[in-house]
């Protein structure tokens, strides 16, 4: 392991433990700043010790044998620093004195940490854990890596070491570095921060380094299709059958509000009957596990009968020919220029249009469209919750009428009273 210190042993006496006129001496381990003690069992006359020398005056037997002792403990340190590093451990003053004393308490590292926790998420993915939240974590752990070469020019730092500062330059570097925008980097944290917390239950480390630092994310207007916009996209005709099929799910998407990940899952099993005799989706979100029964919009079920007889619906078991992600939104740039929308058309996108155009602007409450989205938390939603300006001048426009009514009321009860 290559890690440039400022590294240094020094010998040193206790003057303020001075007992019968002789002082204990100690071998001081310093690494980058942190320092350690180790007793060298022996005092001396604090008249006969050399401070700038770090070793007994004279050439007396008591100063033979003590400037012998400082050479051999002096020489053994080096030789357990040298150890550690050969072996590729990170280094600070404590592992070289636990490892001079012959201590096996085992200390453990950032890096240790993250390959633990990913060794273990790695056989829960598709049962526990999504593979794109293990790719993640997976990420988070190369730039740490990145960071601590840059940074502190080591590959890799002791639990105990991390502090708000560490969390702080880690920030400043992606967002620097790597060119991450804020709340990017903050998703990046947050799985550090998981890492950390992970540490703590398992009493690896007992401070937590994050207890003074906020994730504050920056507020994003989230870009939606308008009325309008999604209604010319529906009546368009494309005529070229990938197309069709990526603009159908897209809007399929738009009328339902369900994300890429559970749209493309959805099969004949979860299309039944709800309490009103009409069609419903039910199902579990697959990122919350939260139950989310949608009935279906005449526009959705409308699709979902267009692909009944298609072959991948019926040899998958699938509402509809969903295809890669990638694919869908490298093909949504395709559907946008044909109909003439100027939006970067993503599917997360369909999401957001269901929620704040065709829901929330029409007067269906914030709660029943948390239900349908399948948010395990309200707050959630309410990132979704964007008044349009359409809805906010209908309202207004509500508004003047019911006041110019009442308005007019008052007058004509005025003039029947005489008053």
């Keep these: 392991m290559k890690q440039n210190q400022i590294y240094s042993i020094t010998f040193v006496i206790k003057r303020e433990k001075t007992k019968n006129d002789k002082a204990p001496i100690v071998c001081r381990i310093t690494v980058n700043g942190r320092r350690v003690e180790i ?7 604090p008249k006969k010790w050399s401070a700038e020398a770090g070793k007994a005056k004279g050439n007396s037997e008591e100063a033979r044998l003590i400037n012998q002792a400082i050479e051999l403990v002096s020489n053994e340190i080096m030789r357990h620093h040298n150890k550690l590093l050969m072996d590729g451990k990170p280094i600070d003053a404590q592992a070289i004195k636990n490892s001079f004393l012959g201590l096996s308490e085992k200390k453990y590292t950032l ?9 273990r998420m790695k056989p829960l993915i598709g049962i526990d854990v999504e593979l794109g939240t293990y790719k993640k974590f997976e990420t988070v752990q190369a730039k740490i890596e990145k960071f601590l070469k840059k940074t502190y020019r080591r590959d890799d730092m002791f639990l105990d070491e991390l502090n708000y500062k560490f969390i702080t330059d880690f920030e400043y570097y992606m967002k620097t570095e790597d060119k991450v925008i804020h709340n990017t980097a903050l998703r990046y944290i ?22 003074n630092y906020k994730c504050q994310y920056t507020r994003v207007n989230r870009e939606v299709l308008s009325e309008t916009e999604l209604t010319n996209m529906k009546d368009k005709v494309i005529g070229i059958p990938r197309l069709d099929e990526v603009k159908d799910v897209f809007l399929f998407c738009c009328f339902s509000g369900y994300s890429f990940a559970d749209v493309e899952r959805i099969s004949n099993n979860d299309l039944e009957r709800g309490i009103d005799g009409d069609f419903w989706i039910f199902t579990e979100r697959k990122k919350t596990g939260v139950t989310s029964n949608v009935p279906l919009l005449p526009e959705a079920h409308e699709i979902i009968k267009k692909y009944e007889d298609h072959p991948t619906c019926v040899n998958n078991n699938r509402l509809l020919p969903v295809k890669s992600n990638q694919k869908m939104n490298a093909y949504l740039k395709e559907v946008a220029a044909v109909c003439g929308i100027k939006k970067n058309l993503t599917m997360h996108m369909a999401r957001h249009t269901f929620a704040t155009t065709v829901t929330l602007s029409n007067g269906v409450p914030i709660e029943t469209v948390s239900k349908m989205l399948g948010h ?34 008052d007058k004509k009860l005025a003039k029947n009273t005489g008053t």
């Design 39 to 45: 007793s060298l069992k022996k005092s001396i006359d």
């Design 111 to 119: 890096i240790e940490s993250f390959n633990y926790h990913n060794m």
């Design 190 to 211: 947050r799985c550090l921060k998981k890492i950390i917390l992970m540490a703590i239950k398992n009493e690896w480390i007992s401070k937590n380094p994050f207890v």
């Design 376 to 409: 395990s938390k309200l707050a959630t939603t309410q990132i979704y919750a964007q008044v349009l300006e359409n809805k906010v001048s209908e309202d207004m426009q509500n508004l003047k009428r019911r006041m110019v009514q009442k308005s007019n009321s």
